[in-house]
Protein backbone atom coordinates (compact mmCIF):
# COMPACT_ATOMS: atom_id res chain seq x y z
CA UNK A 1 0.00 0.00 0.00
CA UNK A 2 1.70 3.38 -0.39
CA UNK A 3 1.86 6.24 1.45
CA UNK A 4 -0.63 8.84 -0.17
CA UNK A 5 -3.04 5.21 0.16
CA UNK A 6 -2.25 5.27 3.52
CA UNK A 7 -2.81 8.48 4.13
CA UNK A 8 -6.83 8.50 1.85
CA UNK A 9 -7.37 5.60 4.12
CA UNK A 10 -6.92 7.66 7.19
CA UNK A 11 -8.51 10.69 5.73
CA UNK A 12 -11.94 8.87 5.20
CA UNK A 13 -11.73 6.43 8.67
CA UNK A 14 -11.59 9.73 10.74
CA UNK A 15 -14.52 11.70 8.73
CA UNK A 16 -16.23 8.87 8.88
CA UNK A 17 -16.01 8.92 12.96
CA UNK A 18 -16.41 12.70 13.03
CA UNK A 19 -19.50 12.05 10.69
CA UNK A 20 -21.26 9.40 13.22
CA UNK A 21 -21.50 11.39 16.07
CA UNK A 22 -22.11 9.82 19.87
CA UNK A 23 -25.10 7.55 18.81
CA UNK A 24 -23.48 6.21 15.76
CA UNK A 25 -22.93 2.41 14.61
CA UNK A 26 -20.16 0.99 15.65
CA UNK A 27 -17.71 -0.28 12.52
CA UNK A 28 -16.74 -3.58 12.29
CA UNK A 29 -13.97 -3.83 9.78
CA UNK A 30 -12.62 -1.61 7.44
CA UNK A 31 -11.28 -2.69 3.73
CA UNK A 32 -9.35 -0.36 1.29
CA UNK A 33 -11.49 -1.61 -1.49
CA UNK A 34 -11.53 1.32 -4.26
CA UNK A 35 -9.53 3.84 -6.17
CA UNK A 36 -12.46 5.99 -4.40
CA UNK A 37 -11.57 5.15 -1.29
CA UNK A 38 -11.95 3.14 2.17
CA UNK A 39 -15.55 0.85 2.36
CA UNK A 40 -16.63 0.19 5.61
CA UNK A 41 -18.61 -2.64 6.80
CA UNK A 42 -21.61 -1.69 9.40
CA UNK A 43 -21.94 -3.52 12.62
CA UNK A 44 -26.20 -3.47 12.24
CA UNK A 45 -26.90 -4.62 8.48
CA UNK A 46 -30.22 -3.55 9.34
CA UNK A 47 -29.21 -0.33 9.72
CA UNK A 48 -30.36 1.67 6.24
CA UNK A 49 -33.63 -0.98 5.71
CA UNK A 50 -36.15 2.19 6.27
CA UNK A 51 -34.20 3.93 3.36
CA UNK A 52 -34.08 1.22 1.15
CA UNK A 53 -37.63 0.96 1.61
CA UNK A 54 -38.78 4.69 1.18
CA UNK A 55 -36.71 4.45 -2.14
CA UNK A 56 -38.61 1.44 -3.16
CA UNK A 57 -41.79 3.28 -2.73
CA UNK A 58 -40.79 7.00 -4.06
CA UNK A 59 -39.75 4.74 -7.52
CA UNK A 60 -42.87 2.57 -6.94
CA UNK A 61 -41.31 -0.74 -7.19
CA UNK A 62 -43.00 -3.65 -5.77
CA UNK A 63 -41.93 -5.58 -2.51
CA UNK A 64 -40.11 -4.43 0.61
CA UNK A 65 -36.44 -5.04 2.16
CA UNK A 66 -37.14 -7.43 5.09
CA UNK A 67 -33.51 -7.84 6.56
CA UNK A 68 -29.77 -7.33 5.59
CA UNK A 69 -27.07 -9.68 6.06
CA UNK A 70 -24.52 -7.35 5.26
CA UNK A 71 -24.04 -3.59 5.12
CA UNK A 72 -21.39 -1.24 3.74
CA UNK A 73 -20.71 2.87 3.72
CA UNK A 74 -18.66 4.39 1.46
CA UNK A 75 -18.03 7.80 2.84
CA UNK A 76 -17.72 10.49 -0.21
CA UNK A 77 -16.00 14.23 0.44
CA UNK A 78 -15.26 15.81 3.71
CA UNK A 79 -16.37 15.41 6.99
CA UNK A 80 -20.79 15.61 7.38
CA UNK A 81 -20.67 15.14 3.90
CA UNK A 82 -22.73 12.13 1.74
CA UNK A 83 -22.39 8.72 2.09
CA UNK A 84 -23.33 5.64 -0.04
CA UNK A 85 -24.57 2.81 1.64
CA UNK A 86 -25.36 -0.99 0.16
CA UNK A 87 -26.31 -4.23 0.85
CA UNK A 88 -26.87 -7.35 0.16
CA UNK A 89 -31.12 -8.02 1.48
CA UNK A 90 -34.06 -10.43 1.63
CA UNK A 91 -36.56 -8.45 -0.42
CA UNK A 92 -40.09 -9.84 0.28
CA UNK A 93 -42.42 -9.82 -2.86
CA UNK A 94 -46.03 -10.91 -2.87
CA UNK A 95 -44.85 -13.26 0.59
CA UNK A 96 -41.77 -14.43 -2.06
CA UNK A 97 -38.22 -14.10 -0.85
CA UNK A 98 -35.19 -13.01 -2.92
CA UNK A 99 -31.69 -12.11 -2.15
CA UNK A 100 -31.08 -8.66 -3.67
CA UNK A 101 -27.62 -5.96 -3.81
CA UNK A 102 -29.24 -2.58 -2.96
CA UNK A 103 -27.70 0.65 -2.34
CA UNK A 104 -28.28 4.09 -2.21
CA UNK A 105 -26.71 7.61 -0.85
CA UNK A 106 -27.43 10.01 1.53
CA UNK A 107 -27.27 13.23 -0.54
CA UNK A 108 -28.00 12.84 -4.35
CA UNK A 109 -30.60 10.37 -4.70
CA UNK A 110 -29.00 7.19 -6.37
CA UNK A 111 -30.80 3.86 -5.93
CA UNK A 112 -30.17 0.73 -7.33
CA UNK A 113 -31.42 -2.65 -6.74
CA UNK A 114 -30.15 -5.55 -8.63
CA UNK A 115 -31.78 -9.56 -7.88
CA UNK A 116 -29.12 -11.91 -6.93
CA UNK A 117 -29.11 -15.96 -8.04
CA UNK A 118 -25.83 -16.50 -6.02
CA UNK A 119 -23.67 -15.43 -2.83
CA UNK A 120 -21.96 -12.09 -3.84
CA UNK A 121 -18.53 -11.49 -2.39
CA UNK A 122 -17.95 -8.47 0.05
CA UNK A 123 -15.75 -6.89 -2.74
CA UNK A 124 -18.62 -7.01 -5.24
CA UNK A 125 -21.27 -5.38 -3.12
CA UNK A 126 -18.55 -2.53 -3.15
CA UNK A 127 -18.12 -2.34 -6.73
CA UNK A 128 -22.01 -2.59 -7.45
CA UNK A 129 -22.40 0.85 -4.93
CA UNK A 130 -19.57 2.51 -6.38
CA UNK A 131 -20.56 1.68 -9.95
CA UNK A 132 -24.42 2.74 -9.41
CA UNK A 133 -24.92 4.80 -5.53
CA UNK A 134 -21.51 6.86 -5.29
CA UNK A 135 -23.03 10.27 -4.24
CA UNK A 136 -21.08 13.78 -5.57
Known sequence: MTASRVLAFTALLVTTLADAGPSA????????????????????????????????????????????????????????????????????????????????DEMVGHFRMEKMDRKVPVQELIDFIVSNCFGG
Do not use: W, Y
Not at 30 to 50: C, K, S
Not at 76 to 84: D, F
Open 25 to 104: TFITGVTVATDNGAALQIANPNERNASFNANLLKRQLPGRVANCSSLIDIPVGTARGNHSFGGICTLVENGKKSSVMICD
